[in-house]
């Protein structure tokens, strides 16, 4: 019934910037604990911010100033944007929404319910 779906990927050069949008269905209108996260090849899944139910952000310190979560009107669409990118920021990157969570306790941490499939972002030289 619920849906996330993450869009978007795609090559960029190093120093450029790109934008993934994850689109949710199957969940009543409103705002919900949601975040953004990554994982290259070899390496753990790395969370890379979130947003609330009330609009509150909190980023990683590897991609704060640089990357930026916001959403569409309806709260039914998830954005990242990500700028000044560099060949680290290589990995797939994926959505996920916890609509049970509220306030402040959402975070990286949270044990999200749904999770998208995916997008691949390769920044290269």
């Known amino acids: 019934q619920v849906q996330v779906v993450e869009s978007g990927g795609g090559s960029v050069q190093v120093g450029g910037s790109l934008r993934v949008a994850c689109a949710v269905s199957?969940?009543?209108?409103?705002?919900?604990?949601m975040g953004w996260f990554r994982q290259a090849p070899k390496k753990e899944r790395e969370g890379l911010g979130t947003i609330d139910s009330d609009g509150q952000r909190k980023y990683a310190d590897s991609v704060e100033g640089r990357f930026t979560i916001s959403q569409d009107n309806a709260k039914t669409t998830l954005y990242l944007q990500m700028d000044a990118l560099e060949p680290e920021d290589s990995a797939m990157y994926y959505c996920?929404?916890?609509?049970?969570?509220?306030?402040?306790?959402?975070?990286?941490?949270?044990?999200?319910?749904?999770w998208g499939q995916g997008t691949q972002v390769t920044v290269s030289s």
């Open positions: 996920a929404v916890d609509p049970f969570r509220t306030g402040a306790f959402c975070w990286s941490g949270v044990d999200f319910g749904y």
């Open positions: 199957g969940l009543p209108s409103g705002g919900y604990c």
